[in-house]
């Protein structure tokens, strides 16, 4: 397990500020420049298509298309990316009343998907604090998500700061899942630069808001600003109306994440100058759908 650390609000901005100063995101690696993509593909009545290939798919870079190099079900992990999984749960004091139903129900998750290769958990009130675990180590992490009472604010965006910063130096496949009760009411970070982090990032973010309990107009807001942070991944947003919805809602997250599909190419526009990429991934079967991020940021070169 990775050295657990505590962070204030202002220390997780500082943190942040690490990733939002990168010149772009870090789909590239060091000696070859793979922009690579989980896509997650749908048919007509919702569900997710599995058993799909490489056949199926198409990718075109600012409208030209892209010859895929790389390719890899979420179905088999033996042959895919490693897993890097995250935990983002909020701990502030108005959980109080829900607390042990999602921990319960967080844990749950998180022993299903055995396949990942590591866990990393941030716990956030008006503090931010991660810890990696590998699967070995899944003891302690049970024990650490039990121990921790609610309290505090809600530094939500400064904990996403953080675990992005973490996540950035890791290659591999990146699934978030975010548990909050509440809109955020004490980090530093901005909505929209936490928008923006997750937008330049190659991780795939599950939102689940409890929010039943907010005014109209703050669910109302709440909800929407967390369907914009998911969407941005291509990921979704979930909003159980009780908490025993929840342990359904993590099973939902599970099988999305085993119906992933890993889709990388060279990109035939060889500049490094850290312009904007959009990106659209297509799949050649009737009435299908693709979630996946829209573009990446290229990597950026001084004297290039």
């Not at 650390?5 to 870090?26: D, S, W």
């Not at 079900?73 to 995250?86: K, Y």
């Not at 921790?148 to 604010?153: F, K, L, N, S, V």
Request: charged share 25%; glycine share 8%; net charge neutral.
């Amino acid at each position: 397990m990775a050295g657990a650390r505590a962070l204030t609000a202002a220390g997780a901005a500082l943190a942040a500020a690490v990733v939002a100063a990168a010149p772009g995101p870090q789909v590239f690696r060091a000696s070859v420049d793979m922009a690579s993509f989980a896509v997650t593909v749908t048919d007509r009545k919702g569900e997710l298509a599995t058993g799909l290939s490489l056949d199926d798919f198409e990718v075109f870079e600012d409208g030209r298309p892209q010859r895929i190099s790389l390719f890899a079900r979420g179905d088999e992990p033996e042959a895919a990316p490693p897993l890097h999984l995250g935990l983002l749960f909020d701990a502030s004091g108005s959980m109080e009343d829900i607390i042990g139903f999602s921990r319960s129900a967080a844990i749950k998750f998180l022993n299903t998907v055995q396949e990942a290769e590591d866990i990393t958990l941030v716990i956030f009130d008006t503090q931010v604090r991660v810890a990696r675990y590998r699967q070995a180590d899944f003891a302690r992490l049970v024990e650490r998500i039990r121990q921790r009472r609610p309290d505090g604010q809600t530094a939500l965006y400064d904990a996403l700061g953080v675990y992005l910063d973490g996540a950035a130096s890791e290659d591999g496949r990146h699934v978030l899942v975010l548990y909050t009760d509440g809109g955020d009411t004490s980090s530093v970070m901005t909505f929209h630069e936490a928008r923006d982090l997750l937008r330049a990032s190659d991780v795939t973010m599950y939102a689940i808001g409890f929010l039943s309990h907010l005014s109209r107009s703050s669910e109302f807001e709440q909800r929407l600003r967390l369907r914009t942070l998911a969407e941005a991944t291509g990921g979704l947003a979930f909003f159980p109306g009780a908490a025993d919805d929840l342990a359904a809602t993590y099973a939902t997250i599970a099988a999305e994440v085993r119906g992933q599909y890993t889709v990388g190419y060279l990109p035939s526009n060889a500049k490094t100058d850290g312009s904007w990429r959009k990106v659209e991934i297509r799949v050649k079967r009737p009435g299908a759908k693709v979630r996946a991020r829209p573009g990446y940021y290229a990597p950026f070169r001084k004297g290039t």
